[in-house]
């Protein structure tokens, strides 16, 4: 008889170990939604149950997350020239000031005139996966600001280049004027600005995951 070594034994395919960790926290992450999201009342419940208002006009003193899902640019550089060599896309980056401070700045988005950020990052290690939870502070990247009445925030938009970085444009918004949710911003060219478009996305501190997919669509 002929014993089965380990060696001999059948072995699992190589994507195998890495499925089944996906799938644990996908499990997981709909059940989170599901207990902290009050679906009826277009309400999210984070885990203190308090009541977060996920629509309408802002609240002051209020604390949210901002950040521009998408930046348009026009198809010449503020001397109406191509963005770079090769007429290839400018490499947008944008960072968002508030209080005269620079309070978050984008990932770059390279050869694009239109480039866009979903908001959300997650880090995993695969080899601490199972035991690490991810809140969505950590996951959703955006500027915090809490909103007082004449407030204001400002977007500055670079053309990222190995050199030296580029302006693209910058411009001012009345935080009074923002709302939860998608806010679109349609710009001139102007001899300090090739900003075409801009849309942010406010979110209330205290939202899930879920939440801000909502507001994304």
């Known amino acids: 008889m002929t014993d089965i070594s380990d060696f ?7 994507w195998f170990g890495a499925v089944i960790p996906l799938i644990l926290v996908l499990l997981a992450s709909g059940f989170y939604w599901f207990i902290t999201t009050d679906k009826e009342n277009g309400e999210s419940v984070d885990t203190l149950n308090r009541k977060i208002k996920l629509s309408g006009r802002l609240s002051p003193g209020q604390t949210y997350y901002v950040f521009a899902s998408e930046v348009e640019v026009y198809p010449t550089n503020l001397k109406n020239e191509s963005w770079d060599q090769g007429k290839k896309g400018p490499d947008i980056r944008y960072r968002l000031f508030w209080k005269g401070n620079a309070v978050f700045e984008s990932i770059t988005k390279d050869d694009s005139l239109i480039a866009d950020w979903s908001g959300l990052s997650i880090e995993l290690n695969w080899k601490d ?22 407030e204001k925030i400002e977007i500055a938009v670079e053309d990222v280049d190995v050199a030296s970085d580029d302006d693209v444009g910058r411009h001012e918004i009345e935080m009074d004027e923002l709302s939860v949710g998608k806010n679109e911003f349609k710009l001139k060219k102007t001899e300090t600005s090739a900003i075409r478009r801009i849309t942010l996305r406010v979110l209330p501190v205290g939202s899930n995951i879920e939440d801000l997919a909502n507001i994304m669509k």
């Open 8 to 14: 001999d034994a059948p072995k699992p395919p190589a």
């Open 129 to 150: 996966l199972l035991g690490k939870s991810v809140s969505s502070d950590d996951a959703i990247k955006a500027g915090r600001i809490r909103f007082e009445k004449g």
